[in-house]
C-alpha cells in the first residue's frame, strides 16, 4: 500500500512558477514509476509527466513540455513537479500516482495509487 500526499499549489500570474511536491508512505516507493494527472473543471484528468522507478527517464505531455520537470529523491520517497512559465490553461487539480513498472506511463490505468490532489491556479 501507498499513500500520497500533494503539496505546492497556489495561486500565480502568468509566466510565473510552483513546484509541486508529493510524499509518498512506504518502503516500496523506489519500485514504482510516479506520475502528475491534472484535470480542469469540466474535462478529464489528462497526463501531464511521468517518471521511471530509477528517476532515468522522463514523459512530458506535449503541452507541458520545456516548461514543466518531473523529477525525485527516492531517499526522501518525493516526487517533484517544477512548473514554469504557467499559463491559464494550466489550472487545474494537479494528482500524484504511483503505478508498478510496465503498463505504460501516461495513461490513468497505468497507476494504482492517488493522492488527494492540490489545485492549481494560474490568472491571466
Known amino acids: 500500500q501507498v499513500q500520497l500526499v500533494e503539496s505546492g499549489g497556489g495561486l500565480v500570474q502568468a509566466g510565473g512558477s510552483l513546484r509541486l511536491s508529493c510524499a509518498a508512505s512506504?518502503?516500496?516507493?523506489?519500485?514504482?514509476?510516479m506520475g502528475w494527472f491534472r484535470q480542469a473543471p469540466g474535462k478529464e484528468r489528462e497526463f501531464a509527466a511521468a517518471?521511471?522507478?530509477?528517476?532515468?527517464?522522463?514523459y512530458y505531455a506535449d503541452s507541458v513540455k520545456g516548461r514543466f520537470t518531473i523529477s525525485r529523491d527516492n531517499a526522501k520517497n518525493t516526487v517533484y513537479l517544477q512548473m514554469n512559465r504557467l499559463k491559464p490553461e494550466d489550472t487545474a487539480v494537479y494528482y500524484c500516482?504511483?503505478?508498478?513498472?510496465?503498463?505504460?506511463?501516461?495513461?490513468?490505468?497505468?497507476?494504482?495509487?492517488w493522492g488527494q490532489g492540490t489545485q492549481v491556479t494560474v490568472s491571466s
Open positions: 512506504g518502503r516500496t516507493f523506489s519500485t514504482f514509476k
Open positions: 517518471i521511471s522507478w530509477s528517476g532515468s527517464n522522463a
Open positions: 500516482a504511483a503505478g508498478p513498472r510496465g503498463l505504460g506511463y501516461n495513461v490513468v490505468r497505468a497507476y494504482d495509487y
